[in-house]
């Protein structure tokens, strides 16, 4: 890749989303920006069945809309018991305008009575690439967790509190980020995102001296 930093829209009004997309592709030459940087966006309706339809929804999206290559990502939790629940709308499980503490309190409802060993489940992330033209590609990651008995650590965000890693001995909140960025959906997805994203950008270059 060219050592000039390049602008990539990241897609998300979630700061804890941007910042970790931020530290996981730190050793690019890149500027990750997200929406912040724009006043009276639009938030694309999250429509699809899937985590990769919503990714891809809102990467074509914001790309046409602001002419960079923008990064889509979709992500939430599945967990087991509940028959994948709460799964697409992780976000707003408790309600369209829930934040973290209350969709945390309702898992904790949902799942009162149900056994360690049944409260299996998993973290799920797709993301995409496109420019304003076209979808560039897409991958995906998981994380395998069991849900705690009650949030534990400050770290991170969403239900990081209470997604407990078996060999870590603690949940994403009390890990930190330096685990996290190693373990996470995100960061597996990321993985792939790199090799992918890397290999885009040198054939682009390599055809048209610009991205």
């Known amino acids: 890749m060219s050592p000039a930093v390049r602008e990539v ?14 530290r996981i592709l730190s050793d690019f030459p890149l500027d990750v920006l997200d929406l912040s940087g724009w006043e009276a966006i639009p938030e694309v309706p999250e429509e699809g069945r899937t985590f990769e339809e919503n990714a891809i929804t809102k990467a074509r999206f914001y790309a046409r809309l602001t002419g960079l290559v923008t990064i889509g990502e979709d992500s939430g939790l599945e967990v087991d018991a509940l028959g994948g ?11 369209e305008t ?11 409802e949902k799942l009162r009575g149900v056994p360690p060993g049944e409260r299996t489940a998993r973290f799920r992330c797709a ?28 770290s991170g965000f969403g239900y990081d509190p209470l997604f407990f890693v078996p060999g870590y001995g603690g949940t994403f909140g009390e890990l930190g980020p330096g685990v996290k960025d190693r373990l ?14 890397g290999d885009y950008f040198s054939a682009a270059e390599d055809t048209s001296g610009t991205p």
């Open 85 to 95: 629940e709460p799964g697409i709308y992780s976000a707003r499980f408790a309600g």
């Open 9 to 22: 829209l990241a897609g998300t009004t979630n700061p804890h989303k941007a910042e970790e997309i931020r």
């Open 98 to 108: 829930s934040g973290d503490d209350e969709n945390n309190r309702l898992l904790l």
């Open 184 to 197: 996470s959906h995100r960061a597996r997805a990321l993985a792939e995102f790199r090799e992918r994203f």
């Open 127 to 154: 993301m995409a690439l496109s420019s304003p033209e076209r979808l560039i590609f897409t991958c995906h990651g998981s994380a395998e967790g069991i849900i705690a008995g009650e949030c534990r650590g400050e």
